[in-house]
């Protein structure tokens, strides 16, 4: 049924967490709702899937606490809870699974392999995927801009955002990041034809990024993504520089490699737009170390705000 006009679109509800408030049941609940969380907690494919007279005979427990257990944690019946145990189990059974994974075996020399192997590889699969992306002409629009603004929402974004940023500003070039949503709506805003945007997204799907390039566009601002193709974002902007990469899913305690490939697309850009400038981004870089060496002493070839 249509809602009044002028109605309030509904907020999206958060989805529940059940593996968090079963675990806390563990701790507030009574004998026998801890012995039942344990075995749901134990084989979540079981819990899910099998009549609510088998979970409960395996726990040593009546019927009618699974379904207090299931009112107590938030649902309006027993099939609701396992309704989102399916979904919690789905999205992230790999997780609920980790103990026993051989990860948690590592030693020192695995961890330091496992990690930088990985990050080998993301730069090598970037390396690929820029092979017939124009970086000089990328690097000569940035280079030529009156203003860049650099968007990316979210961990690996708006890291990636911020330090292009930061490579930006030292070649004298007018730079500013942003991850905030209505921020970069309203400097998407003031853009104008002298304008270059680079936004940054993993997935290409961030609705704040597309709003803000979709007015970016609207005064003719350039447009640059750095994301996945064939989604939303690669199909909104004039240029697209290709972020192909697949996260190991098979190592839960590895963080994201996919960050190395962002910061060696970074510094792409940012090498670009140095080159297009040429030798007078030199005596730029001279300021900026020496300006350095007045706050701390340091070595002469230490890489430049670090």
Excluded: W
């Amino acid at each position: 049924m249509a809602g009044k006009p002028g109605a309030k679109p509904l907020a999206p509800q958060p989805r529940i967490d059940i593996i968090a408030r079963l675990k806390a049941r563990l701790e507030e609940g009574n004998r026998a709702e801890v012995r039942l969380v344990e075995v749901i907690l134990g084989d979540m494919h079981f819990a899910t899937t099998a009549p609510i007279a088998e979970i409960a005979a395996r726990a040593g427990v009546s019927e009618p606490t699974v379904t207090r257990l299931a009112r107590s944690l938030g649902f309006a019946s027993t099939r609701d809870m396992k309704v989102h145990m399916a979904q919690a189990l789905a999205l992230g059974g790999a997780y609920l699974r980790a103990a026993e994974s051989t990860e948690a075996n590592h030693n020192s020399q695995q961890v330091v392999s496992t990690i930088c192997s990985r990050a080998h590889s993301a730069l090598d699969l970037i390396s690929v995927a820029l092979a017939n992306t124009d970086v000089t002409g990328l690097g000569q629009q940035i280079a030529g801009a009156k203003r860049i603004i650099v968007y990316g929402t979210g961990g690996n974004s708006s890291m990636a955002a911020v330090e292009l940023q930061n490579r930006l500003f030292r070649l004298g070039l007018n730079s500013t990041a942003y991850a905030d949503p209505q921020l970069q709506s309203m400097s998407a805003s003031v853009s104008d034809k002298h304008t270059v945007v680079v936004a940054f997204s993993t997935s290409g799907r961030v609705r704040s990024i597309l709003d803000a390039v979709a007015v970016a566009r609207q005064y003719d601002a350039t447009c640059i993504a750095i994301t996945k193709p064939g989604t939303p974002l690669a199909g909104a902007v004039q240029h697209l520089v290709p972020f192909v990469f697949e996260e190991d899913q098979t190592q839960l305690y590895k963080p994201s490699s996919s960050r190395y490939a962002m910061l060696a697309v970074v510094d792409i850009l940012a090498m670009a737009a140095a080159e297009s400038i040429g030798p007078k981004v030199l005596e730029l870089l001279r300021r900026v170390r020496q300006s350095l060496t007045t706050i701390e002493a340091g070595e002469p070839m230490q890489p430049i705000g670090d």
